[in-house]
């Protein structure tokens, strides 16, 4: 996972140091977004496995989704404002009605997870 994490930093401060902002396409500003939604997931998944791993007494494999799952969801929180802002149109209402779906959906997650355990007993 570290060394997908640096491949995906990598591209990112390629896309950063080769593109001209002035002069991108929609493609470029694609790779840009996709490839920091990708090194963001990566970099926070390692920090919030780092920190379960001293918090939690969850197995191994729960600790990596747990983490994994929220780091796409902080990662995909702050690319989807980055780009609001890019396109001009990040309100204060977009940001509280973004951060309740992904609440929802997290809890979605937590709901499922604890339904699935006690059928499992």
């Not at 593109?19 to 977004?33: M, N, Q, R």
């Not at 791993?53 to 969801?73: P, Y």
């Not at 929180?77 to 959906?105: E, K, M, T």
Request: charged share 10%; glycine share 4%.
């Amino acid at each position: 996972m570290f060394l997908a994490d640096c491949l995906c930093w990598f591209a990112f401060a390629l896309i950063v140091i080769a593109v001209d902002p002035t002069k991108a396409t929609t493609i470029s500003f694609a790779l840009f977004y996709l490839s920091l939604l990708l090194a963001l997931t990566g970099l926070l998944a390692i920090v919030g496995l780092i920190f379960r791993g001293h918090l939690t007494h969850a197995s191994t494999n729960q600790k990596v989704i747990t983490a994994f799952r929220q780091a796409i969801w902080f990662s995909a929180l702050v690319v989807f404002f980055l780009f609001l802002q890019g396109i001009r149109v990040l309100r204060w209402w977009n940001l509280i009605i973004f951060i309740l779906f992904l609440a929802l959906l997290e809890f979605f997650f937590i709901s499922h997870r604890i339904k699935a355990a006690d059928e499992s007993d």
